[in-house]
């Protein structure tokens, strides 16, 4: 398809697990950032990317979380040692033009 | 700190009338605003968006509105159509980067 595409679509995991979610930007994006969003809030960010370079990874809420894009198109965002906190929708956005960022559906994230 | 604010959590608006989203920022430094949509179980949608030069900018139904000295922004939807149901989020940047959410306002039109 032509829009961002992520996976897995749902991730259910057990506390202290890894995960690993990827994401497709739009072919030609230079731009890529990630978001999480908890139920009943808006996205926030949480480190952005141009080409392969980390820019921003202010977001990050600590150190078990871990993004890479090393060859400047697929993204791969990890968490370690999984807690329930981290039970959200991961939401990855592409963008060629700085203006809009186009957002993928998501990968829903649950911690038992 | 909420930078980014959308204090009515849902509007109901019957079909051809008009939608006004409302949106209140405290981060003078924001200079791109945006408006998004999002459909349960899909990513957030980008309708409609504005530079800090503007005051205006439309967009067929869909109209936004800048206000810098109040913070103050607002999406205008008409006429509003029963497909246009959804969680509208509104969104600021510094320089194109990364964006401040709000926290949404659920749009429910009826027949």
């Known amino acids: 398809g032509a829009g961002v595409s992520q996976s897995p679509r749902y991730k259910v995991a057990k506390r202290g697990q890894d995960v690993a979610l990827r994401c497709d930007p739009i072919?030609?994006?230079?731009?890529l950032f990630w978001y999480q969003q908890a139920l009943g809030q808006g996205p926030e960010f949480l480190t952005y990317?141009?080409?392969?370079?980390?820019?921003?990874k202010s977001g990050l809420p600590s150190d078990r979380f871990f993004a890479e894009r090393p060859e400047g198109s697929v993204s791969t965002l990890k968490i370690q040692r999984t807690q329930q906190e981290d039970s959200a929708v991961y939401l990855c956005?592409?963008?060629?033009?700085?203006?809009?960022?186009?957002f993928g559906d998501g990968t829903r994230l649950s911690i038992l | 700190d909420q930078q980014v604010k959308q204090n009515s959590p849902s509007l109901s608006v019957q079909e051809g009338r008009i939608s006004i989203l409302n949106c209140d920022y405290t981060?003078?430094?924001?200079?791109?605003f945006l408006w998004y949509k999002k459909y349960p179980a899909e990513g957030p949608t980008f309708l409609i968006s504005?530079?800090?030069?503007?005051d205006k900018n439309e967009d067929g139904r869909f109209t936004v509105f800048l206000n810098k000295s109040a913070k103050h922004l607002s999406l205008h939807i008409v006429p509003s159509q029963p497909g246009d149901s959804a969680v509208y989020f509104c969104?600021?940047?510094?320089?194109?980067?990364?964006?401040?959410f709000g926290t949404g306002t659920r749009l429910l039109v009826s027949p």
């Open positions: 504005i530079s800090s030069i503007k």
């Open positions: 981060n003078s430094m924001f200079d791109y």
């Open positions: 990317f141009q080409n392969e370079a980390q820019l921003d």
């Open positions: 072919s030609g994006h230079v731009s």
């Open positions: 956005a592409s963008s060629f033009t700085p203006e809009a960022q186009h």
């Open positions: 969104a600021a940047s510094e320089g194109f980067q990364k964006l401040v």
